[in-house]
């Protein structure tokens, strides 16, 4: 990173380490699934106790993810346009 590019907000850094910490997430639920059913687990076996909450963060986290890290590129932009000379004059100039 470049001295012009400053530092990454306060909100940048909490989405980052929100982001990684559901895409993680979401991954050790999907593994954690597909290793119960290759030990035998059946389809009604996922019904209970905590396995719904798995299999829906496997499908709800990825998704998630992609939505955080899309805000996360969009915020970037806003605060590198923020901080060039040009964003302040209004592109006029041509």
Same mark, same amino acid.
């Given at each position: 990173m470049s001295k012009d590019q400053g530092k990454?907000?306060?909100i940048e850094?909490?989405?980052a380490y929100a982001i990684a910490v559901?895409?993680?997430l979401s991954?050790?639920?999907?593994?954690?699934?597909?290793i119960a059913s290759l030990l035998g687990f059946e389809r009604s076996s996922f019904t209970q106790g905590v396995w719904p909450i798995v299999t829906a963060a496997s499908y709800v !986290?990825?998704?998630? !993810?992609?939505?955080l890290i899309m805000t996360l590129l969009i915020l970037g932009m806003i605060r590198r346009r923020a901080q060039?000379?040009?964003?302040?004059?209004?592109?006029q100039e041509g």
């Open positions: 990454p907000s306060r850094h909490v989405l559901i895409i993680g991954i050790l639920s999907f593994l954690s699934v597909l !986290g990825l998704p998630l !993810g992609f939505v060039t000379p040009d964003a302040k004059k209004g592109r």
